[in-house]
């Protein structure tokens, strides 16, 4: 049975706005601590709840969202970089064929911060770009998805918002015209399809590039 959600205004939803909001006086301190309530968002009040909760504290929907990736791809506190912006770029290291979150890229991405604690955020760019340029054309398809799923999730906050204004302005008795609403949703349509397909494309590279896939994770 899916967990009941939380109810946005409730209560914790204000403990949560609170808490985030005195963790940003020092941002630079408290970046994790900021990252970790971001991620519990869409647990705990829903998928939906990502753009209010942004407006509440006063960030953007993506950069909710990104907080999230980041604390997905380094699950455990001990050994994570020291801040927010080097976790990120080493984010999109990820081993063969796995998920982003699967257990050899996480691994991996903590071995190389156990061996330079002090990484900069420069150091850290180049481990990227010697692996791009180890595992190319292969990762460059993997990248294009990741970044049209944040596109995807920024254009999906933005479709509950329109959905919000619509029950809002019908309230006012507004006048919208139903074709409005009908293009706008078969925009939607149509984006999920293009992501499907895409998908299916890159399910189809990485059959193809199996064995390259295999020496890079073996290091040959």
Not at 12 to 26: C, G, P, Q, T, Y
Not at 33 to 45: G, Q, R
Not at 164 to 191: C, G, P, S, T
Not at 211 to 220: F, N, S
Request: glycine content about 4%; proline content about 3%.
């Amino acid at each position: 049975m899916a967990k009941d959600l939380i109810k946005i205004g409730s209560s914790e939803w204000k403990a949560d706005v609170n808490e985030f909001k005195r963790l940003a006086i020092d941002t630079d301190k408290n970046i994790w601590a900021m990252a970790e309530i971001a991620a519990n968002v869409t647990i705990k009040y829903g998928r939906r709840s990502v753009a209010q909760f942004a407006q509440d504290v006063g960030r953007a929907p993506r950069t909710i969202q990104a907080y999230k990736v980041v604390i997905e791809r380094w699950p455990e506190i001990r050994g994570r970089p020291r801040n927010l912006e080097i976790a990120s770029v080493l984010s999109r290291l990820i081993i063969g064929t796995e998920k982003s979150t699967g257990p050899k890229s996480i691994a991996k991405r903590y071995e190389l911060v156990a061996k330079n604690p002090g990484m900069t955020k420069e150091e850290a760019r180049a481990i990227m770009k010697e692996w791009r340029d180890k595992t190319k054309p292969v990762l460059d398809a993997e990248d294009c998805l990741i970044e049209a799923k944040g596109r995807f999730n920024l254009f999906f906050n933005g479709h509950t918002q329109l959905d919000e204004l619509i029950e809002a302005a019908w309230e006012n008795k507004n006048e919208i015209q139903d074709h409005y609403i009908r293009d706008f949703h078969q925009a939607v349509d149509d984006l999920i399809k293009r992501l499907n397909k895409a998908r299916e494309r890159f399910k189809l590279k990485s059959k193809l590039n199996i064995v390259q896939l295999k020496e890079i994770e073996h290091g040959r």
